[in-house]
């Protein structure tokens, strides 16, 4: 039995997904899962607009609250996949290991390339049309087949824009464009971006953690999506 898209997905915008997306795994061989549920929660545009000058406390508490938001997101999504007899895993904040590389074996962002939310931009980060990367992800990997996936996006739509690689504090954005082959070493270094956000969050904060922001800010997607919401 076909899983309808359309019933799945306005059953997660309705408990306040921004955007939701279907992608077909089966060419990554993972685990047996062959489609994946992409989830993505906007961040408030408020919130960005108060991180032009780095990280701040509302956008700490933010990552908290969407990443609660996500889980029971990916939940319900994997939920409604098992009452219809589908094998799925929600990929939640408790589920999914970091590894030492900070990497995860199923990361959220293949899963929204292969749903065609986005692609990846030169930060590495997940970039979209509707808000840039001024997002949170999630994703729920399954064997359900889908009465229709999107078209996978395989390359960057960043062009010749080079705005998250200037406002990089660690200077950790090499300014290469992505595509579907591409490993994330060829975009940025993660250990000085890690470094540099590390030492904003203690400098502005007062926390131990990895926090920046500032590649997303600066995005001209998210800068649009600021100005559409009237706070830029």
Same mark, same amino acid.
């Given at each position: 039995?076909?899983?309808?898209?359309?019933?799945?997905?306005?059953?997660?915008?309705?408990?306040?997904?921004? #955007?939701?997306?279907?992608?077909?795994?089966?060419? !990554?061989?993972?685990?047996?899962?062959?489609?994946?549920?992409?989830?993505?929660?906007?961040?408030?545009?408020?919130?960005?607009?108060?991180?032009?000058?780095?990280?701040?406390?509302?956008?700490? /508490?933010?990552?908290?609250? %969407?990443?609660?938001?996500?889980?029971? #997101?990916?939940? %319900?999504?994997?939920?409604?996949?098992?009452?219809?007899?589908?094998?799925?895993?929600?990929?939640?904040?408790?589920?999914?290991? /970091?590894?030492?590389?900070?990497?995860?074996?199923?990361?959220?962002?293949?899963?929204?390339?292969?749903?065609? %939310?986005?692609?990846?931009?030169?930060?590495?980060? !997940?970039?979209?049309?509707?808000?840039?990367?001024?997002?949170? %992800?999630?994703?729920?990997?399954?064997?359900?087949?889908?009465?229709?996936?999107? /078209?996978?996006?395989?390359?960057?739509?960043?062009?010749?824009?080079?705005?998250?690689?200037?406002?990089?504090?660690?200077?950790?954005?090499?300014?290469?464009?992505?595509?579907?082959?591409?490993?994330?070493?060829?975009?940025?270094?993660? /250990?000085?971006?890690?470094?540099?956000?590390?030492?904003?969050?203690?400098? #502005?904060?007062?926390?131990?953690?990895? !926090?920046?922001?500032?590649?997303?800010?600066?995005?001209?997607?998210?800068?649009?999506?600021?100005?559409?919401?009237?706070?830029?």
């Amino acid at each position: 039995m076909k899983i309808l898209t359309s019933e799945l997905s306005s059953l997660l915008y309705n408990e306040g997904a921004s #955007l939701v997306g279907f992608g077909d795994i089966s060419a !990554l061989d993972y685990q047996g899962f062959t489609s994946c549920v992409a989830l993505a929660v906007k961040i408030p545009a408020g919130v960005i607009a108060g991180i032009k000058d780095g990280p701040s406390r509302e956008y700490f /508490e933010q990552y908290n609250a %969407l990443n609660a938001k996500l889980d029971a #997101l990916s939940e %319900l999504a994997a939920g409604y996949l098992s009452e219809h007899g589908c094998r799925a895993l929600a990929q939640t904040t408790t589920a999914v290991a /970091e590894s030492a590389g900070y990497r995860t074996p199923m990361p959220h962002k293949t899963c929204a390339t292969r749903a065609g %939310l986005g692609w990846i931009g030169k930060s590495a980060l !997940l970039v979209t049309e509707e808000y840039g990367p001024a997002l949170r %992800l999630s994703s729920v990997l399954t064997d359900a087949e889908f009465d229709s996936v999107s /078209e996978p996006i395989d390359h960057s739509r960043c062009g010749s824009c080079t705005a998250c690689a200037s406002a990089c504090p660690g200077h950790a954005i090499n300014g290469a464009l992505w595509d579907v082959n591409a490993p994330r070493e060829s975009l940025v270094d993660v /250990e000085a971006c890690r470094k540099a956000a590390r030492a904003l969050a203690w400098e #502005l904060l007062g926390e131990q953690i990895t !926090l920046c922001g500032k590649c997303i800010e600066t995005c001209p997607y998210t800068r649009a999506y600021l100005k559409k919401e009237n706070v830029l």
